[in-house]
T-cell receptor
Framework: DAGVIQSPRHEVTEMGQEVTLRCKPI?????LFWYRQTMMRGLELLIY????????DSGMPEDRFSAKMPNASFSTLKIQPSEPRDSAVYFC????????????FGQGTRLTVV | TQLLEQSPQFLSIQEGENLTVYCNSS?????LQWYRQEPGEGPVLLVT?????EVKKLKRLTFQFGDARKDSSLHITAAQPGDTGLYLC???????????FGQGTELSVKP
């Protein structure tokens, strides 16, 4: 398996524009996680899915953020409208379970909002 | 809210030195994991510790889980430049098991 695949790797957009980040988890993994990483706040969990169903979205900063998982092999994280403070590296991860189960991370999307 | 605090935040040492990174919490965790992240990449799992007092070794890296399962440490012996990276501890919260990460320790090993 190629691992967790995220696209794009880099995204530069203007404030107010819509941004869509994409993730393809490892086949057979039932859990998918979206994280955001910044120097100030470290790695924060935004939302996670189990079998395509959102389980916990308490980390989503505000209504401008939304995430979907239409099928087991694809998920999106959308920011609309984007703001400069959304600039960060966004990671997608997948795993067979939670708890002590290993999480496999993608290479991340570096988002810059100017 | 369960929190994991790592120390130190930054560590710069010379090749061959030993170092210890700490991960502490006021909460009990059923398990703790250690990840390593290189620039431009996602974190990669190094080890999972499950039992209080457990010690695991991975070549020059020694991981320990506290007896009370509230803390963990990572000790590196004879550090090498290839050990440079961000070390993250992570624990599963008690509600649903989602992974919570510490802030990380940025390690730089100079030749």
């Amino acid at each position: 398996d190629a691992g967790v695949i995220q696209s794009p790797r880099h995204e530069v957009t203007e404030m107010g524009q819509e941004v869509t980040l994409r993730c393809k988890p490892i086949s057979g993994h039932d859990y998918l996680f979206w994280y955001r990483q910044t120097m100030m706040r470290g790695l924060e969990l935004l939302i996670y899915f189990n079998n395509n169903v959102p389980i916990d979205d308490s980390g989503m900063p505000e209504d401008r953020f939304s995430a979907k998982m239409p099928n087991a092999s694809f998920s999106t994280l959308k920011i609309q409208p984007s703001e400069p403070r959304d600039s960060a590296v966004y990671f997608c991860a997948s795993s067979l379970g939670t708890g002590e189960t290993e999480a496999f991370f993608g290479q991340g999307t570096r988002l810059t909002v100017v | 809210t369960q929190l994991l605090e790592q120390s130190p935040q930054f560590l710069s040492i010379q090749e061959g030195e030993n170092l210890t990174v700490y991960c502490n919490s006021s909460s009990v965790f059923s398990s703790l994991q250690w990840y390593r992240q290189e620039p431009g990449e996602g974190p990669v799992l190094l080890v999972t510790v499950v039992t209080g007092g457990e010690v695991k070794k991975l070549k020059r890296l020694t991981f320990q889980f506290g007896d009370a399962r509230k803390d963990s440490s990572l000790h590196i012996t004879a550090a090498q430049p290839g050990d440079t990276g961000l070390y993250l501890c992570a624990g599963a919260d008690n509600q649903g098991g989602k992974l919570i990460f510490g802030q990380g320790t940025e390690l730089s090993v100079k030749p």
